[in-house]
């Protein structure tokens, strides 16, 4: 057994979903990953013994702000961050994106122009297409090679112009699992003067990040798709959190992270969120003296090749299924995508697909997944999108196969209609209108 290999296999043992004789296998995990033991054992705990609001002249409370400044140094270990007060906290990545638009449109003036790609999930697209209605600014779209499922490189340079004040694009699509050069592309968007805002929800989970390195200005994730509770985090850099003004209640702290945090925030989800990359850090191959950020890099790494592994696994089993994959297929380009995976069938609608899966133990989203503007450049939407498989390091090789075999037997063993063409509904459209 590789060392890689043994890392999942001691993994698996600390989820108790997954170690259920009765559970199911879990491909599900782009809409959601399991928790290790550790995140609901660190929320009870919270919640039973440290219970309270903040900054109060009482034991409980102070607990409660410790747990807080904890979550925070946390998760600027976990990106790469200089500081913890570069970290807010929300309810999820899509409310924080909402609430950051509306700040950074207090700066932007009718005219000027907002980058966003076809490639990303709404909600790095939805807030800003509706600050541009509401301040009269100006939306470029980069497109998407339906080839492959890569953003187009050239697209992306052609919306950058002196106009361009905001480019909003995702570190791995949500949908396909193409990863993009992100580097690249904050590099593009800074030369042409904007501020680069990045979906890294879908991304978190698969390998390691570090925001200075990247050098975007802000970056967004989701704390529940890295294996911990229901929140959303936000990295600000901090010369933008200083400068910007949030919308919130007066008397509020308008400091960073807390100027983003409106409301009373959900502690326990905190306390879980500091387990969960606690357990990140705890899967790192052993090395001594390694601090938390360097024993998350460590952590990231091997999830990363380990997954590499299950990527071209899925990839070389699915070429002998009757499906179409979208995405990266070549076994030599598989570094450019995450596990997860898009497929259709012929004979089958997707939803058709999740519910015989579904029967046979595995856990599928079908749809869209909010990845709208990519599933309508692919035709897809029209005809139920398509079937989406997501693996993460708690998955296994056998997993796999055995879902392979499966899907082979619903796809060849049992067929519906078949699922008809946009240009097939047209026609017929059209005929019975004649």
Known sequence: MTAIQSLADTARRQFPSIIRADGPVYLDNPGGTQVPQSVPDAMMAYLLQDNANVHGAFATSARTDAVVHEAHAAVADFLGAAQPEEIAFGPNMTTLTFALSRALGRELREGE???????????????????????????????????????DLDSFQAGLNERTRIAAFTYASNAVGTVNDVGLLTRLAHEAGALVFIDAVQYAPHGPIDVQQIGCDFLTCSP????????????????????????????????????????????????????????????????????????????????????????????????????????ITEVDRLSGRLPTFALTSDHHTPRQLAEALGRRGYNLWDGNYYALALMERLG??????????????????EEIDRFLADLRSVIIGRTTHPVPSVEAVESAEHTAQG
């Not at 919130?248 to 409106?262: G, N």
Request: charged share 20%; with cysteine; hydrophobic share 40%.
């Open 113 to 151: 122009e907002i980058l966003v790609t076809q490639l990303d999930h709404d909600a790095n697209i939805a807030p800003w297409l509706l600050l541009a209605r509401d301040l009269g600014l100006n939306i470029r779209w980069a497109e998407v090679d339906p080839a492959d499922c890569t953003l």
């Open 224 to 327: 529940y798709k890295f294996f911990g509770p229901h929140a959303g985090v936000l990295y600000t850099r901090i010369d933008h959190s200083e400068r910007l003004r949030a919308y919130k209640v007066r008397p509020a702290s308008d400091a960073p992270p807390y100027k983003w945090e409106t409301g009373t925030q959900s502690h326990e989800a905190m306390a879980g969120t500091t387990a969960a990359i606690d357990y990140l850090a705890s899967i790192a191959p052993t090395a001594p003296n390694l601090n938390r950020r360097e024993s998350l890099v460590a952590a990231m790494t091997a999830i990363k090749e380990y997954e590499q592994g299950l990527t071209q696994h899925l990839c070389e089993g699915l070429a002998q299924v009757p499906v179409r994959v979208y995405g």
């Open 380 to 397: 897809l939407e029209e005809n139920g999108g398509a079937l989406r498989i997501g693996l993460v390091h708690y998955n296994t090789h």
